[in-house]
T-cell receptor, first 114, second 113 residues
Framework: AAGVIQSPRHLIKEKRETATLKCYPI?????VYWYQQGPGQDPQFLIS???????DKGSIPDRFSAQQFSDYHSELNMSSLELGDSALYFC?????????????FGSGTRLTVV | KQEVTQIPAALSVPEGENLVLNCSFT??????LQWFRQDPGKGLTSLLL?????REQTSGRLNASLDKSSGRSTLYIAASQPGDSATYLC????????????FGKGTHLIIQP
């Protein structure tokens, strides 16, 4: 079965650079969620989109922005990168918001800022 | 604000033992609770999902229970195997319209061969 696809798997950027992470949800899933997991930390919710509109916002820094496109894939844009942005970034998808099926997570993008 | 606590933070047991991982949450108004497994540096694999109206779910050697009124869930692993070694995360989807899951910090489990 198709899963949530994230690209790239690994990314190394320098401070103050910009990064773009991509997420392709499970086919027919219309809702995407982004999470950040720092080293040794639990995942923290960043932002979610339902039917291409922002649905909810968590602890996403103002330097980050995201959108969901017509094909339901989503991109997380991160500017003015800081060392503290080094983390695993997960995307999850679901069919509908806050539904009873739970969330399916991708394998994540490991971002290292040097 | 929802807070999720997992006890113990780490556990090391010999192969073959049955074990229980605990999860507690402060706000009982939840939609559901999900248990995940995470291998080092890897993604989150969903193990079990319990709806707020349910008391337990089972999958193979795993059984998860939910006591919503007391804000507790347990993950029971039967006949543990070395391949079960991983970090186990509990996450709740709260009521009130928020989309994001609130995670505990996980239990780091090591099964000794």
């Amino acid at each position: 079965a198709a899963g949530v696809i994230q690209s790239p798997r690994h990314l190394i950027k320098e401070k103050r650079e910009t990064a773009t992470l991509k997420c392709y949800p499970i086919p027919r899933h219309d809702t995407v969620y982004w999470y950040q997991q720092g080293p040794g930390q639990d995942p923290q919710f960043l932002i979610s989109f339902y039917e291409k509109m922002q649905s909810d916002k968590g602890s996403i820094p103002d330097r980050f922005s995201a959108q969901q496109f017509s094909d339901y894939h989503s991109e997380l844009n991160m500017s003015s990168l800081e060392l503290g942005d080094s983390a695993l970034y997960f995307c999850a998808s679901s069919l509908g918001l806050r539904q009873s099926y739970g969330y399916t997570f991708g394998s994540g993008t490991r971002l290292t800022v040097v | 604000k929802q807070e999720v606590t997992q006890i113990p933070a780490a556990l090391s047991v010999p192969e073959g033992e049955n074990l229980v991982l605990n999860c507690s949450f402060t706000d009982s108004a939840i939609y559901n609770l999900q248990w995940f497994r995470q291998d080092p540096g890897k993604g989150l694999t969903s193990l079990l999902l319990i709806q707020s109206s349910q008391r337990e779910q089972t999958s193979g050697r795993l059984n998860a229970s939910l006591d919503k009124s007391s804000g507790r869930s347990t993950l029971y692993i039967a006949a543990s195997q070395p391949g079960d070694s991983a970090t186990y995360l509990c996450a709740v989807l709260s009521g009130g319209g928020a989309d994001g899951l609130t995670f505990g910090k996980g239990t780091h489990l090591i099964i000794q061969p």
